[in-house]
C-alpha cells in the first residue's frame, strides 16, 4: 500500500511568490491534515480536511490556505510568501472513523525556502 | 483543554545503554498517545501508540512506553540503544473534537547516541 505523498519534496522561492504544495493520502484515508515544522517554532497544526470540508484551522494568517479534492488529495496553498514561511511542510491522513484510534500517518514533507 | 511537554530537549546516550525519553500530557478526557520519530528532512514514522488497551505499550525497534494515568505520563525507553536510533522523538496526544480529532505536538527530545 502506498503511503503519503507529498510534491514537491525541495522547492526555493522569493519573498512575494505564492507556493502550492500537494498531498496524496493512503488510498482509503479521508482525512488530511497539514502541519508546518520549524527550528523555532517546532510542529504546528496548519488545518485540516475531511471529505472536501475544512474542520479545524490553525493560528496561521489567510495568506495560508487549503483545499481537499473528491479523491481526498489535498494542496495547499500560500500566498505573499515571506521569509518566515521557509520550513518543512507536513502532510498527514488518517483513516477517520468511530472506533479508530486518529494515527497519523506522515508524508516526508515538502522543504519550502524562501529567500 | 490539552497540552504535552516533553521533559527533556536533548538527551544523550552511549550505544548499548537504556533510553528514557520523558512526556507528560494533560487532558480532559482519555486522549490517544503516539510516540513518533523523526530522522534529518524525513516526515514523522510512527514507534508505538496507547489507545486504553494495555497499559505497557510495545512499538517498532525495541521501544516501549508506559501510560500512567496517576502521573499523566508516557514515557518512552529502550532498553538499548542503537546507532541509528539517533532522531528527534514527538510525543503527540490526539482526541476527539467536534467532528474530528484534535493533534498536539510535544516539543521533541532529540536523542544523541555516542559510539
Known amino acids: 500500500k502506498a503511503g503519503v505523498t507529498q510534491t514537491p519534496r525541495y522547492l526555493i522561492k522569493t519573498r512575494g511568490q505564492q507556493v502550492t504544495l500537494s498531498c496524496s493520502p493512503i488510498?482509503?484515508?479521508?482525512?488530511v491534515s497539514w502541519y508546518q515544522q520549524t527550528p523555532g517554532q517546532g510542529l504546528q497544526f496548519l488545518f485540516e480536511?475531511?471529505?472536501?470540508?475544512?474542520?479545524n484551522k490553525g493560528n496561521f494568517p489567510g495568506r495560508f490556505s487549503g483545499r481537499q479534492f473528491s479523491n481526498s488529495r489535498s494542496e495547499m496553498n500560500v500566498s505573499t510568501l515571506e521569509l518566515g514561511d521557509s520550513a518543512l511542510y507536513l502532510c498527514?491522513?488518517?483513516?477517520?472513523?468511530?472506533?479508530?484510534?486518529?494515527?497519523?500517518?506522515f508524508g516526508e514533507g515538502s522543504r519550502l525556502t524562501v529567500l | 483543554a490539552q497540552s504535552v511537554t516533553q521533559l527533556d530537549s536533548h538527551v544523550s546516550v552511549s550505544e548499548g545503554t537504556p533510553v528514557l525519553l520523558r512526556c507528560n500530557y494533560s487532558?480532559?478526557?482519555?486522549?490517544?498517545l503516539f510516540w513518533y520519530v523523526q530522522h534529518p528532512n524525513k516526515g514523522l514514522q510512527l514507534l508505538l501508540k496507547?489507545?486504553?488497551?494495555?497499559?505497557l505499550v510495545k512499538g517498532i525497534n525495541g521501544f516501549e512506553a508506559e501510560f500512567k494515568k496517576s502521573e499523566t505520563s508516557f514515557h518512552l525507553t529502550k532498553p538499548s540503544a542503537h546507532m541509528s536510533d539517533a532522531a528527534e522523538y514527538f510525543c503527540?496526544?490526539?482526541?476527539?473534537?467536534?467532528?474530528?480529532?484534535?493533534?498536539?505536538f510535544g516539543a521533541g527530545t532529540r536523542l544523541f547516541v555516542k559510539a
Open positions: 498527514a491522513s488518517s483513516l477517520e472513523g468511530r472506533t479508530n484510534t486518529g494515527e497519523l500517518f
Open positions: 488510498s482509503g484515508h479521508r482525512s
Open positions: 480536511y475531511f471529505s472536501e470540508t475544512q474542520r
Open positions: 487532558s480532559s478526557y482519555s486522549p490517544s
Open positions: 496507547y489507545t486504553s488497551a494495555a497499559t
Open positions: 503527540v496526544v490526539r482526541g476527539p473534537y467536534t467532528g474530528g480529532f484534535k493533534t498536539i
